[in-house]
């Protein structure tokens, strides 16, 4: 158990579906982070909130749209997407955004599936 | 970006040493973040280096050389429950940048 709670784990979409992904840290940190995983592919950062103020676009589509109403919840809103959107998207937290030692902490993540 | 290397996998015997390197190219480096992931859990966070040398951390060390954008992590006594995907990151303007994983397998 690492303080950060995602749901659901698992998720198959059709390709004009509406859905959400959540995660929940308790932890009591500040900045919190949506990564994108595929298969053989380095984790690539999406989104970074910092004191729910988003800090970082990393050219992301919009069909993917993040929420964060407060520290310690975070959002993905999923709209149209695409087969190649297929990944396992996790969220992670942290104290501050990222300097000194700070340390993200990860959540399990959810398997999505666009078909 | 970042631009980090490591094997994509290794296999070594229950009781053995496997040394995981990493090789990265960036500028304004600001620590180097080694996380383990079992299939299907989330990535949980192994060690930190932002000096130069070794960390010891139990059976895990991780050793960094800034001049050479060179880290190892070196796993001793290796026990079945270690066969995960092991991900170097690292840190740059204060963003955390991963290479691809290493998947180490431990067989008996």
């Known amino acids: 158990e690492t303080g950060v709670t995602q749901t659901p784990r698992h998720l198959v979409m059709g390709m004009t579906n509406k859905k959400s992904l959540k995660c929940e840290q308790h932890?009591?940190?500040?900045?919190m982070y949506w990564y994108k995983q595929s298969a053989k592919k380095p984790l690539e950062l999406m989104f970074v909130?910092?004191?729910?103020?988003?800090?970082e676009n990393n050219s992301v589509p919009s069909r993917f749209s993040p929420e964060c109403p407060n520290s310690s919840h975070l959002f993905l809103h999923l709209h149209t997407l695409q087969p190649e959107d297929s990944a396992l998207y996790l969220c992670?937290?942290?104290?501050?955004?990222?300097?000194?030692?700070?340390?993200?902490?990860f959540g399990a993540g959810t398997r999505l599936s666009v078909l | 970006g970042q631009n980090i290397d490591q094997p994509t996998e290794m296999t070594a015997t229950e009781g053995a040493i496997v040394q995981i390197n990493c090789t990265y190219q960036?500028?304004?480096?600001?620590?180097l973040f080694w996380y383990q992931q079992h299939a299907g859990e989330a990535p949980t966070f192994l060690s930190y280096?932002?000096?130069?040398g070794l960390e010891e951390k139990g059976r895990f060390s991780s050793f960094l050389s800034r001049s050479k954008g060179y880290s190892y992590l070196l796993l001793k006594e290796l026990q079945m429950k270690d066969s995960a995907s092991y991900l170097c990151?690292?840190?740059?303007?204060?963003?955390?940048?991963f290479g691809a994983g290493t998947t180490v397998t431990v067989r008996a």
């Open positions: 992670a937290s942290s104290q501050d955004g990222g300097g000194g030692r700070s340390i993200q902490y």
């Open positions: 932890l009591g940190h500040n900045a």
């Open positions: 960036t500028s304004g480096f600001n620590g």
């Open positions: 990151a690292v840190r740059a303007d204060y963003k955390l940048s």
């Open positions: 280096n932002v000096l130069d």
């Open positions: 909130y910092s004191l729910e103020e988003r800090v």
